[in-house]
DNA sequence: GTCTCGTTTTTTGTATTCAAAATTCTGCGT
DNA sequence: ACGCAGAATTTTGAATACAAAAAACGAGAC
């Protein structure tokens, strides 16, 4: 049927920065940056009066973040920031793991060279990082570079999940600060990583992604409670 | 400090049965069904009727639902269930494989002799229901094996991560029907995950099972639009 | 002192209300 | 018919209001 056209039928789909979203994201923000430590109890009037919003659109947000992990709600009792236990981090990190071996699979042979002159270009500062001992910038720079895999393996809802789990995952990172040990070894395998890479080898990206993340979470095992 | 013990300390964490889960399982239930069609624009009011809520509980079950990615939300134009674009499906199906073959691994060690005969009942129940051409017999059995999987895996978030994209996947596989090729070769891919379930080894049965995702995959390419 | 039970206060869950945006409807002009 | 401007209606977003449950408090018994 030949319906006629209709003043939305042409509406840009630009996506509105909507109040949930702003709520949403300065949640997160306070959570995964410790403001508000894991194992909280979040008082909603007090959130409210913070943010300067009623109830309604705060809860929402809560649901949101509870959909993520990062909130854990109680029927009743109301929410709390998730805990980070030793048994969450240790369920998380292989699934972080295999996501960004897959991750690494899905990209490996869509690099451009753009692409690849760009990781170069995020190794030599992850690289000038370490020799500086600038622990800000290695974290840039190490982000920066899963975030170029995310981008160049093209899936949405793969980078949503990681984004999601590392979320709750990188609280624990800052409470246990990286030795000189890891650091170096973790400039090690970033540059394995560049090098597979290079070489567009999914398979080596993705084997090489997932020793990475298990390496991690057991220099992270040393520095937990429990 | 040494705080006197108060009555809520001694409450035991039985998990109460919320109207907000009730409404998100319904509603899951209505999506994933088909009920509600992918695509079908979501009426507040008429879904509040329906169950005789109000819509603020309701607004916070699509909140949660979203999250699932069972609704996508958009700013001032409402809520729609998530359509089943080939695209979706392209790019869920292999996060599905890695974490079931994640799945896979984690569970190998760990299944019990008990958890064995159980997969071995199921496999029976699978090749019989291929027998008969009971189709609602075969999911169950298919669905069961899977669920045993996870158990053992003992990972309640790769769990709910899983169970979450199956979701959405799973409405898909209505739309297509099992052709009796690949019903049967779905049927000799489990006798092999069975096997190396058995085996109880790691590297096996995940690679059984990402394969299995993976054909399940092309076995759907073709019965989809697009 | 501390345990218990009942009262008060706070907090959560849900309904209702109000404002603003989007959609539909209507009548006019072509 | 078709397109279009503007009014009427619906629908969404957010604040407020109310009910019920949980937590905090407090007085009396032991």
Known sequence: MNRPLRDHDLQAPIAVRTLHDELVDRLRSLIV???LAPG???NEQMLCDQFGVSRTPLREALRSLAGEGLIVQTPRRGAMVAPITRADLEEAFP???ALEALAGELAAPNFTDADL????ALQTRLEAAHADGDLAAHRAANEATHALILKVAAN???ERLIRGLDARVSRARRMANLSAERWGQAVTEHREI???????DGA???AA???HLANKLSALRDHLPD
């Open 40 to 42: 909280t109890k979040v």
């Open 204 to 206: 080596w990206l993705g």
């Open 156 to 158: 949405p809802t793969l």
């Open 33 to 35: 940056d410790g403001t």
């Open 117 to 120: 002159i760009a990781a170069d």
């Open 194 to 200: 560049l090098e597979a890479m290079r070489a567009r």
């Open 95 to 97: 699934i972080v793991g």
């Open 209 to 211: 992604l997932k020793r």
